[in-house]
Every structure is written in C-alpha cells, then in structure tokens.
C-alpha cells in the first residue's frame, strides 16, 4: 500500500503536507475531495481509526456556515458521514492513510516524520 494524501489543493495545511512530502521526495497520491470527491468505501475505516469528531473541521468556514439545525444533527459516526459525503470541505484536512495502513488526520511534522 502507497501513502495516500486526501486533500483539497488550495487549503493551507494540505500545501504544506506536501511540500514537506516533496521536500524529503516521499512518494504519494493525492486524491482531490474537489475533483474526486469523498472515498465512500474509505470513510468508515477513517472514522473507525480517528473518530468522527476528529474529521470534522468545527473550525472551518464551511462548518460555520451551516445553519445550526444541521450542525445540531450531527450526533454519531453516521449523521456525520452523510454530511461529510455531501460536503467534503468539511472533513479536517489532510487525511492520510499510510503504507502501515493506519490513518492520520491533520499535518503533524513530528508525528509523519515518525511514520516515516
């Protein structure tokens, strides 16, 4: 199994993760939620790993642009998965899943050099 980057290719964080990839020439996918949209065979297993409070960027503009009724309904694994379906800006970026087959969300320099 290959590192697969889950991303969108103009937010920050994703820039950065694979500059630092590049940077230490680490070979990966980059699966573009915009393009591609969310792996649906793959976000329960991103769930099962991380937990779904973890994939949801609370900070994020989209999220804060939902009505609060819709953010109110999400409340398990899999209210927020419909939601993450349907709009994958909201999902915390980016998702990695690693050749060990474990998975990571977010861009943690120490953390992925130790992966590595």
């Known amino acids: 199994m290959s590192l ?16 630092w990839l590049d940077a230490r020439q680490q070979p990966y996918q980059f ?5 591609a949209g969310v792996p649906e ?11 779904w ?24 694994a899999a209210s927020a998965a419909r939601l993450m379906r349907d709009q994958a800006s909201l999902i915390k970026r980016p998702v990695v899943e690693w050749p060990d087959g474990s998975v990571t969300v977010g861009f943690n320099e120490t953390a992925w050099a130790e992966k590595l």
Do not use: M, S
């Not at 699966?31 to 393009?35: L, V």
């Not at 065979?41 to 937990?51: D, E, N």
């Open 4 to 19: 697969i980057l889950y991303g969108i290719p103009n937010c920050d964080t994703v820039k950065k993760a694979r500059a």
């Open 31 to 35: 699966h573009d939620f915009k393009k």
């Open 41 to 51: 065979a793959r976000l329960p297993q991103w769930i099962a790993q991380t937990g």
């Open 53 to 76: 409070e973890k994939l949801i960027n609370r900070q994020g503009t989209t999220w804060r642009k939902l009505p609060p009724e819709l953010q109110a309904q999400i409340q398990d």
